[in-house]
């Protein structure tokens, strides 16, 4: 199927490993030309790098932190200046630490909500005139399957995240008439650096090793089995894509059925 993106600026937030390091991948495979950012430097520059060697692709990689409003600002110029626009943009973030609600600290709040949601607003806000000139644009954000149903001691991403989702059924809203479509993207259990920190933290807090929590997540999604990054990122471009057309305002959960809603 061609995806008809070939060609097209896909920005990835949060892009130096996990899922976003995925998602930019999955783009420059369709012929995309890329721009990334995570805080390493090093680790961001080696991960573009691989990109460039394995699909000959354009990538553009800085280092910054995505909840810093004027760095944002100053990375979506630079990517617009060698690039000529932002057609794709994908947010992302780190994902805040695994806590209850009388262990979170205020201060964790305030970083969730940076992280989580503001780091989104930045980005919308900076590539919304971009689309609009050209009357064509995605902005997807990544969230978690915490954006429908609630788990266990994530009560910062369960409250931060929904308001996510509010921000894209707004976003998709008013901007659909300039040809922009905003959708969001909840992952389940999904095998990456974040998924092993979060398992480390349930094994400190019980007698359970980090495998045991690991296998639990496995078995609680229908499929039985952990997700791939690439599952992820791959919904991401076909939202994206010219084939995701009439698809707006939408969360997607890539969760191999873990959520047990209607
Ligand atoms: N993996 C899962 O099972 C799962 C499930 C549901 C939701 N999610 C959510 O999906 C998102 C991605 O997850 P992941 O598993 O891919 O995470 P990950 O493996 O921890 O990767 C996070 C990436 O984001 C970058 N990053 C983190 N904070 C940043 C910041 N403030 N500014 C710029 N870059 C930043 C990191 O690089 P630097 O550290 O160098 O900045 C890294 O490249 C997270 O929000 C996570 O909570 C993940």
């Not at 001691?153 to 905003?182: C, H, M, P, Q, T």
């Not at 007698?207 to 997700?227: C, H, Y």
């Not at 992820?232 to 969760?255: C, F, K, M, N, P």
Request: positive net charge; proline residues 3%.
């Amino acid at each position: 199927m061609d995806l008809g993106i070939k060609g097209r600026v896909a920005l990835v937030a949060a892009s130096s490993q996990g899922i976003g390091l995925a998602t930019a991948e999955a783009f420059a495979a369709e012929g995309c030309r890329v721009a990334m950012c995570a805080r390493n430097d090093r680790t961001l520059q080696a991960a573009a790098e691989k990109i460039r060697r394995q699909h000959s692709a354009e990538v553009y990689a800085e280092a910054f932190d995505v909840t810093d409003p004027a760095a944002v600002s100053r990375f979506v110029a630079a990517v617009a200046s060698k690039f000529g626009s932002v057609d794709i943009c994908v947010t992302n973030a780190g994902g805040p630490p695994a806590k209850g609600f009388l262990t979170a600290l205020l201060e964790d709040w305030k970083k969730a909500i940076d992280a989580n949601f503001l780091s989104s607003v930045y980005f919308a806000h900076e590539v919304i005139p971009h689309m609009q000139r050209k009357k064509w644009g995605r902005i997807i954000t990544i969230t978690s399957i915490t954006t429908k149903q609630p788990v266990t001691d994530l009560v910062l991403s369960n409250a931060v995240r929904a308001a996510v989702v509010g921000l894209v059924k707004s976003l998709a809203n008013e901007f659909g008439k300039d040809g922009i479509l905003v959708n969001n993207v909840g992952p389940g259990f999904t095998a990456t650096d974040r998924l092993k920190e979060l398992a480390k933290a349930r094994a400190a807090t019980t007698g359970k090793s980090e495998q045991e929590f690991l296998d639990a997540w496995a078995a609680d999604a229908p499929v039985k089995r952990l997700g791939d990054p690439r599952e992820v990122a791959e919904t991401i471009v076909w939202l994206a894509s010219e084939r995701a057309s009439y698809v707006t305002g939408q969360t997607v959960l890539v969760d191999g059925g873990m959520y047990k809603g209607l």
